[in-house]
């Protein structure tokens, strides 16, 4: 009998350290998850990059492999498009940024750059060959320049000056040609 009662209490002893350590790795996961959260909420109340002030720096490898890096672009007007495959918005602004982009390619200081958002290499090249789109695009892995852009949706752009500013932005599909130069022509002037 004596010996059952030793069992008894070592079980409920070794049950209740387990309980004891099983609260504390809940309890540290949750004040974990909660602080996760709050550090997003802080980001999401930044809300988007404003005009005016330093463009997050970014790096994007194309598709076909050229790398590009905002730091090494300063002194370019880069227009940065964030675009799927899979979004009709974008599909309505792809052939007009095409069309904006050989009207400039020529320029040695202005570059287009197409940040692929969410989607998968094979779809982004179909979509890139469907609307004939020449200039740099790449896939935005890890989704780290769309986050340096809090960017909310596609498509969205991002014009920065040639001192490394963000001077405009577009949280919709541009409608043509000349509402793409009009957001241009000023920064090439400067």
């Given at each position: ?7 008894e ?16 790795l ?34 994007l490898?194309s ?15 880069i ?21 904006a ?29 469907r ?29 920065i ?20 130069r ?9």
């Amino acid at each position: 009998m004596i010996e059952t009662e030793e069992n008894e209490s070592m079980t409920t002893s070794q049950t209740q350290g387990h309980s004891f350590f099983g609260r504390i790795l809940v309890w540290g996961g949750l004040i974990s998850l909660l602080g996760l959260v709050f550090i997003g909420l802080l980001r999401a109340q930044d809300g988007p990059v404003r005009i005016g002030k330093k463009a997050p720096d970014f790096s994007l490898v194309s598709f076909d492999g050229q790398e590009f890096s905002s730091s090494e672009l300063r002194g370019k007007v880069i227009v940065l498009n964030f675009w799927a495959s899979w979004c009709k918005p974008c599909e309505q602004e792809a052939v007009d940024l095409e069309n904006a982009w050989q009207n400039y390619k020529d320029r040695e200081d202005i570059v287009f750059l197409g940040v692929a958002w969410t989607d998968t290499e094979d779809k982004s090249l179909s979509y890139l060959e469907r609307f004939g789109i020449t200039y740099p695009n790449g896939p935005d892995l890890g989704t780290r320049i769309s986050q340096a852009y809090r960017i909310t949706g596609v498509p969205e752009t991002y014009i920065i000056d040639r001192s490394g500013n963000l001077a405009y932005v577009k949280l919709s599909p541009f409608v043509s040609v000349d509402e793409i130069r009009t957001a241009i022509e000023p920064l090439l002037k400067e």
